[in-house]
């Protein structure tokens, strides 16, 4: 294989001769080959928005010459469109706060700009990796924005799939609107409900949480570009300033603004903790109805999932809720990784938090999980899901003591109780056989009992 020679302060390495990346992308995988997984694809893209944006906010300030600036700007879209992602090989979680994630991307964008200009890889005498790709920028201000754009855009794609699972449960509450069941209160029957209840109030849930994430979602678009290394933009040409948040805006289009505090936007990543915390309060939520799911289909035996795969290789026919039990431990795995953000958020130290790596991972890795999640739960679990009525919802007594507690006391209520335990009869029995109520006030207060659940 053909290969370069390429120095550093360090001193020189052999880089294979095909390769778009250099000797800091290099070393940084030499150091660090922990994970074996190269960063998001996502975050690729967001150093190139970064990246096209900076030639364009310093060929404005008269930094870069214009054929400079449109070959940094025709690889960026290179690298928007999909191409030279495979030169993407730093890994995942590596320290430097993210600084070979930064050079990967410069490095990667300077030999393929020096190609379109007519020179060669690894010579960077056209187009240099920090003298013009990186020119005005610190990783202190790239990566954290590089960050906000990917975790956008991934939470977007979570929103889209948040809004077809809201839809799957309407129409589950339309189908089942009128479909009566007895609710369950501590694992025990409790009053009528009917299905279509339950499914709004999924619905609702989920609704609420978009609200919720939507909001975080917010907070990602104060940035701290033209801060450079400690928010006070040292280095960085006041025209640049001015122009860099505009072009971000425009090839990203987000909605960014440049912090009226610098220093603290680059000193704190809290925003990134904010959507972390709305990710897993919609997770906390998927993971109670995922077990409510579960005890409704394999215990109390009122709705019926579809099979989707045997259940058992011991006991034939046998059908589990793999679904539901697949949503619970995604939910186990994300609160380890809401954690480490909390925790690495809360580590950064004096100008710049070095955590910014393990934070998007595990960041990105609960974007990516739940919206896959809940796309199953949705397509494999609710699209097929069936409910079974109750076969006489008068004969229940769920719900008739609470109605006629005003009217017999609560010391009454509770005789019945203890003597239809005594006696091994209905609680209407009791009523009916020692005389509390009629047959024709029971009836009416059945009835009345089904009214309330179906809302007529």
């Known amino acids: ?152 855009h991934l939470t977007k794609k979570l929103l889209v799939e948040m809004k077809k699972l809201s839809n799957a449960y309407r129409d589950l509450e339309e189908q ?120 409704m289909s394999c215990c109390y035996k009122t709705i019926v999932l579809p099979e989707i795969q045997s259940g058992s290789a011991m006991n034939p026919g046998k059908i589990n809720p793999v679904v539901p039990e697949m949503l619970v431990q995604v939910v186990y795995y994300m609160e380890g990784n809401d954690l480490t953000i909390s925790r690495s958020v809360a580590a950064g130290e004096m100008e710049f938090n070095v955590n910014l790596p393990i934070i998007f991972a595990c960041l990105f890795e609960n974007l990516n999980f739940i919206r896959r999640a809940i796309c199953t739960l949705r397509e494999k679990c609710l699209e097929g899901l069936k409910v079974i009525p109750l076969e006489n919802p008068l004969a229940l007594d769920g719900g008739i003591l609470t109605a006629l507690q005003p009217k017999l006391g609560y010391q009454a209520c509770k005789d019945i109780v203890l003597l239809s335990a005594q006696e091994h009869i209905s609680i209407q029995q009791v009523l009916l056989q020692h005389g509390y109520i009629t047959k024709e006030e029971l009836d009416e207060i059945v009835n009345q009992q089904i009214m309330i659940a179906t809302g007529k």
């Open 1 to 152: 294989m053909k290969t370069r020679i390429e120095k550093d302060e360090l001193g020189e390495k052999e880089i294979p001769g095909e390769a778009y990346y250099g000797i800091q992308t290099l070393r940084s995988k030499e150091n660090f080959d922990i994970v074996q997984k190269p960063i998001s694809r996502q975050l690729i893209k967001a150093l190139a928005i970064i990246k096209k944006a900076a030639a364009n906010a310093n060929y404005d300030a008269g930094l870069l010459d214009k054929n400079v600036c449109n070959a940094i700007c025709m690889s960026c879209d290179e690298i928007l469109n999909g191409r030279l992602h495979g030169q993407f090989i730093t890994d995942l979680i590596q320290g430097g706060a993210g600084t070979s994630m930064n050079m990967n991307a410069n490095e990667v964008i300077a030999n393929r700009a020096n190609e379109m200009l007519g020179s060669q890889k690894g010579l960077y005498d056209k187009v240099h990796p920090i003298d013009h790709v990186n020119l005005s920028q610190s990783t202190n201000d790239v990566l954290p924005t590089a960050g906000k754009i990917a975790a956008i």
């Open 176 to 295: 089942y609107k009128d479909v009566i069941t007895i609710g369950k209160t501590h694992l025990q029957d409790g009053a009528l409900i009917t299905f279509g209840q339950i499914f709004k109030a999924l619905r609702f849930s989920v609704e609420r949480d978009t609200k919720n994430i939507e909001s975080a979602m917010e907070r990602l678009l104060e940035i701290n570009m033209g801060g450079t290394l400690v928010g006070t933009g040292e280095s960085a040409n006041p025209k640049y300033v001015k122009k860099i948040v505009k072009y971000i805006v425009e090839f990203s289009g987000e909605n960014f603004y440049q912090s009226k505090n610098l220093v603290d936007c680059t000193r704190h990543v809290d925003s990134f903790s904010w959507l972390s915390k709305a990710i897993m309060n919609f997770a906390l939520n998927v993971h109670k109805n995922a077990n409510d799911l579960r005890l």
